[in-house]
């Protein structure tokens, strides 16, 4: 395959290669002041506070103005009353570009990098990270943290056409904007949700992001998909009907930040995706048992890729999809069948290179091959990852893909994330509904080869385990 038409951020280096020198650390007893002036004989940002156990404390130059100057304290306050804790940190050979998204979300600006024994190496910041392009977004998810009612939430994200553009024009890899879009679409998700559930006190429920959202791989034309899960304990006479009348409000506030609800019917709305625990476990019992009934196969597979976005990691169902299949093989090679099987759409990719039709449906008809395929590979390899491409690389590690054909697969998966980016932010330029249908005369001869290059390789990989099932 063609190396990708993009010029990647800087940060696809590890973090541990990144560092600017030692971190700068004080005791939890150290007064503000002696921390401060360690900042500034340091010419850093920040202060870390080792707290014992690994645990580490971090006091910035932003904690110094808001939470002891804005408030009147006194420079002797220990720092320990006014630090973050607990500090997430990651280890040294995480990649830059994974960091970054870490920060975004998390909405942090720094983290400390850490050696294969748990040591502190030093801290990463931002700066060291971000390319001009990429400031935006974290511009855009920080006004996003902070909108205190909907109006403010819907002017925040005003901005996330723009932000897809302006990445895109700067060469930013489609990859990675795709990730950074999905961070702070599905941070204004949340924050929808979260200001909805502060006017209606009495509805206590989870908000899951689903689909490709949940899987950092949106793009400017996605949609919302979502369900929501309530306690047992929360259950009774009108839980079902106060769920389905949340979720329609946050619906509402989502179209109104731009953001379209799922067009095939995933809808936290819909009594089918808002259920209590035990109606999703019992629901998640039926699609196993009978995975063609009910539209079990969809079904799993949506929570299998979904994420918590509002509420408590008790609400999470990805976990409990994701044993529930390892422990029952028939669902498993029926994933894979699933996955492999679906021959029409690529037929109908050869139709368009052959110009025997006039569009092309990127997604339909190649990204969700190789997005079905990472599914099933990554669950069968133990992996807990969620997007695609770490699917990929865990299923390569494991043996049930070769090496070979995961690269094929994610390399594939670059070249269509490139041509699904590049035609979504034409049409937003155009003031137009950004759409995955491509027409066949707005690809170049370029992008026509690498689009069937990307064919050839998703087909072979298809047929290879339709034939022979995955490594032994």
């Known amino acids: 395959m063609t190396e990708p038409l993009v010029v990647r951020d800087p940060s696809m280096r590890a973090a541990g290669e990144l560092l600017r020198g030692p971190a700068v650390t004080c005791g939890p007893g150290t007064s503000v002041r002696d921390a401060a002036v360690a900042m500034t004989e340091a010419d850093r940002r920040y202060v870390l506070i080792p707290l014992g156990d690994g645990r580490l404390g971090i006091f910035t130059d932003g904690d110094l103005r808001r939470r002891v100057v804005a408030a009147g304290l006194d420079t002797a306050t220990p720092v320990r009353a006014v630090m973050t804790s607990p500090v997430t940190a990651v280890p040294a050979d995480r990649l830059g570009a994974d960091a970054l998204m870490d920060m975004l979300e998390l909405g942090v600006r720094r983290l400390p990098v850490l050696s294969p024994t748990g040591g502190l190496l030093g801290v990463l910041e931002d700066a060291d990270l971000l390319a001009t392009a990429t400031r935006s977004g974290f511009a855009i998810r920080a006004a996003v943290a902070r909108a205190a009612d909907p109006d403010a939430l819907v ?23 795709s990730a950074i879009l999905s961070v702070v679409v599905d941070a204004a998700v949340a924050r929808a949700a979260q200001l909805v559930a502060e006017a209606a006190p009495e509805v206590r429920v989870g908000w899951l992001t689903l689909g490709s959202l949940a899987r950092r791989e949106a793009m400017p034309g996605s949609d919302i998909d979502s369900a929501v899960v309530w306690a047992d304990a929360a259950d009774g006479p009108g839980a079902s009907a106060a769920a389905l009348g949340y979720a329609g409000t946050v619906y509402a506030l989502l179209e109104r930040c731009g953001f379209r609800a799922d067009a095939n019917g995933a809808l936290a709305s819909r009594p089918r995706f808002a259920r209590s625990e035990s109606g999703w476990r019992a629901g998640l019992d039926g699609w196993l048992a009978d995975p063609y009934q009910d539209q079990g196969v969809v079904m799993i597979s949506l929570l299998a890729d979904g994420r918590v976005a509002h509420g408590g990691t008790e609400h999470a169902l990805a976990p409990v999809v994701a044993e529930r299949l390892r422990s029952n093989p028939d669902a498993m090679r029926l994933l894979l069948r699933e996955a492999v099987e679906d021959k029409v759409r690529m037929h109908s990719l050869r139709q368009v290179l052959t110009r025997r039709t006039e569009t092309v449906d990127v997604k339909a008809q190649g990204v969700m091959a190789i997005v079905n395929i990472a599914r099933w590979a990554g669950l069968a390899a ?45 049409q937003i330029e155009r003031g137009e509904t950004p759409t995955d249908v491509v027409p066949l005369d707005d690809l170049t001869p370029l992008y026509r080869s690498l689009l069937a290059g990307a064919v050839r390789e998703i087909a072979g990989v298809q047929r290879k385990l339709a034939y022979a099932g995955p490594p032994a």
């Open 155 to 177: 002017a925040a994200t005003a901005r996330v056409p723009d932000l897809a553009v302006g990445l895109t024009r700067a060469r930013v890899a489609a990859l990675d904007v």
């Open 382 to 426: 133990g992996s807990d990852a969620a997007s695609t491409p770490a699917r990929l690389r865990a299923a390569s590690d494991a043996g049930m893909l070769s090496g070979d054909d995961a690269t094929a697969l994610s390399e594939s998966f670059d070249v269509l994330a490139q041509i699904r980016l590049r035609h979504q932010c034409e």
